[in-house]
């Protein structure tokens, strides 16, 4: 199988703009980084996480608030996903569409009947699932953030499930970002850097979700900076 990956990480500007990215993330990671950060650095992160993507399916509550049981469902949800994400690292090596069921189940539990939980609806969305993990399962030389960025967009544009595809997808990216070694300890806040964004964000995934190669084009130029801004909201950043 060719590298399926590549075409979309040598699009124009995308290289240096991932070049760029990656270099800050990996000086705040070095500089401030992982030989001191903590658990507590990570549960933060993942708290954050959990009220930023919350915050981007429409819910208002934030980290602190989560922290204390508080919130909706929506983001009990995101509070459940991002406890046992980090946890299916193994599962997603190995079969991602498991995973991705697993993620759906976690986020969507309470929202949705116990029998539609990691269970797709949509046949087509179904597909797109299977061949994108069959593209995560090969080897790639594309940059591990390009990855990332492009799994989010497919499983949130692939709708295979009645609800949560976005929460799931960004699930998937902060997972792929540990899984490609860019933050390994999960220190960064992925969803942060696009709840910060929320109408470039929506706009760029609209572009993605066109097919065309001018929207994925868009999405990778817009994830760049949103890896930026994820890096920035790192408790690491502030300590």
Do not use: C
């Not at 658990?39 to 399916?57: I, K, N, W």
């Not at 980090?86 to 976690?106: E, F, T, Y």
């Not at 942060?192 to 001018?214: D, K, W």
């Amino acid at each position: 199988m060719s590298d399926p990956f590549i075409a979309a990480a040598l699009l124009e500007g995308v290289p240096s703009a991932f070049a760029a990215t990656r270099d800050g993330i990996d000086s705040l990671l070095r500089d401030r980084g992982l030989r001191q950060s903590t658990p507590e650095d990570t549960a933060r992160s993942l708290l954050l996480g959990a009220a930023a993507t919350a915050s981007l399916d429409g819910s208002t509550y934030d980290a602190e608030t989560l922290a204390a049981g508080g919130g909706d469902e929506l983001a009990r949800g995101a509070v459940r996903l991002s406890t046992e994400l980090l946890g299916l690292l193994p599962v997603w090596n190995r079969s991602p569409v498991q995973a991705i069921a697993r993620m759906h189940a976690l986020a969507a539990a309470g929202s949705e009947p116990d029998e539609d939980l990691g269970r797709p609806v949509n046949p087509a969305g179904v597909a797109r699932l299977t061949a994108l993990a069959d593209m995560v399962g090969h080897e790639t030389l594309a940059p591990g953030l390009v990855v990332a960025a492009l799994v989010h967009a497919e499983i949130s544009a692939a709708g295979a499930f009645s609800s949560h595809n976005g929460m799931v997808g960004r699930a998937a990216e902060r997972l792929t970002l540990v899984s490609k070694g860019v933050d390994p300890a999960s220190v960064t806040v992925p969803e942060a850097g696009h709840a910060m964004q929320v109408g470039a964000y929506r706009s760029a995934l609209v572009g993605y979700a066109s097919g065309r190669v001018n929207g994925v084009h868009q999405w990778l130029l817009y994830s760049a900076q949103a890896f930026t801004r994820a890096a920035e909201a790192s408790p690491l950043a502030s300590s």
